[in-house]
């Protein structure tokens, strides 16, 4: 029997809604992995962002031993200085840090966070951080002119997901999926591996881009549009791309399928910093005209409270005496502060009066260690229904129009996976609980490598 292989394949915000439910029967390939191995929800990171759940789920870490909460981070405590989160933010190792310790070759393919390319047993393609792709992307550097001359221009992502042309992102989000799929087939051909990974970015853009056009209930929805089935059309095609990986590997090779969290409606975005200038919290230098995005260098610091940052979720930020340079905020009134910022947020109610049941976040009571500068607060605004908004200036606290362009969707808790060993079938087995720092264990667990101690996960099989 040839070695132990592990083939990943991550799609960023499938959905278990459609995979394990609604589409599920005209998913013939992922059906036919659910129904011989083990499935079920997967538990994202706090936040569910695309950074940092992927690294999460290679490391099993979470993002307060991490330290960084998305992609943008304060560097320290002063206004100005942030920090991008690519692969040199994670001083964590990743599976393939730790195969290549026991000589087990890895590649790895668009998995977020891997910008720039770090040295590894096997190979490396970057994610969607590239910044284009005259960047040095590949390790080793020349894997790139291979893939030019082999497969074709690899396409990082799509140019813009937020658009009002949808026949173009459909065309921009095939196009990119297609040459990613020929690029994991040429690579399962030509280079070693034991463990194969690659992440898929269509899946979110097609999810932030159309999810209006095939919701019944969202609040923008036309019956009989064009667009009706175009999500299902993709992940249709993405099941079809699936069953031609299927079909290059034997019974060593054990299969996973991920998703770092899931999708949903977005019923609307709340003007999170438009409201804590109505609370009397945050205070501007002077009043924007028109609807502008916030920008520190227009707040006085020396008469606010707290400010926020937009987003898929809302990051709020005491100015606490002693901390940030201006700081209002005694340290002894810090905590009986935040709690009175909770309380009101939780109290927000949509336009109608109705509570949109926002979640709070204290960082230090969902991590075990809190590294970096995070959030004092992390605000789930109607549990993820509504986005945050970042801009000010807006007439109301609500608004029906995404800040940052065109978008549909909202991020989801929770994400899937897919679990099928040839040589163990879990027969269709719903298994609940599992988390995404559960993956990376799982993986070493397969590949027959000691699981570290300070992994937070614990392999699911």
Known sequence: MPNRRVLVIGMDCFTPQFVFD??????PNLKSLQDRGLWGKLESTIPAITVPAWMSMMTSKNPGKLGFYGFRNRANHSYADLFFANSLAVKEPTVWDILGQ??????????????????IKGCLMGCFLTPDTDSEFTYP???????????????????????????????????MTARRFATVRYLMDKKPWDFFMFVEMGVDRIHHGMW????????????????????????????DEIGTLLQKVGDETVIMVVSD??????DGGINFNDWLIQEGYLTLKEKPEGIVQ?????????????????????????NVKGREPEGVIEPQDYERFRNELIAKLVALTDPDGKNIGTKVFKPEEIYPVVNGVAPDLIV????????????V????????????????????????FILYDPQHPGKGRKIEGAHITDIAPTVLNKLGVEIPGDFEGKAIF
């Open 261 to 266: 969290h899931g999708a949903k409606k977005m």
């Open 102 to 119: 026991h000589d087990k070759d890895s590649v790895v393919i668009s998995v977020p966070q891997t910008y720039p390319p770090k040295p």
């Open 294 to 318: 916030l920008k520190n260098k227009n707040i006085d610091f020396s008469k606010t409270k707290v400010w926020g940052s937009g987003g898929y979720y809302g990051r709020l930020f005491i």
């Open 141 to 175: 550097a020349e894997l790139k002119d291979e893939i030019w001359k082999n497969v074709g221009e690899y396409i990082i992502d799509v140019k813009d997901f937020r658009t009002d042309d949808k026949v173009n992102l459909i065309k921009q989000i095939y196009q």
């Open 212 to 239: 209006k056009h095939i919701d019944p209930t969202h609040p923008k929805y036309e019956p009989g549009n064009r667009f009706e089935q175009s999500i299902l059309n993709y992940y249709k095609y993405i099941d």
């Open 380 to 391: 789930y605004f109607g549990d993820l229904n509504w986005r945050s908004l970042g801009s």
């Open 22 to 27: 609604q589409w599920k029967d005209k998913l």
């Open 393 to 416: 200036g807006n007439p109301t606290l609500w608004s029906f129009e995404n800040d940052t362009g065109p978008d549909d969707a909202n991020h989801a808790q929770y994400g899937l």
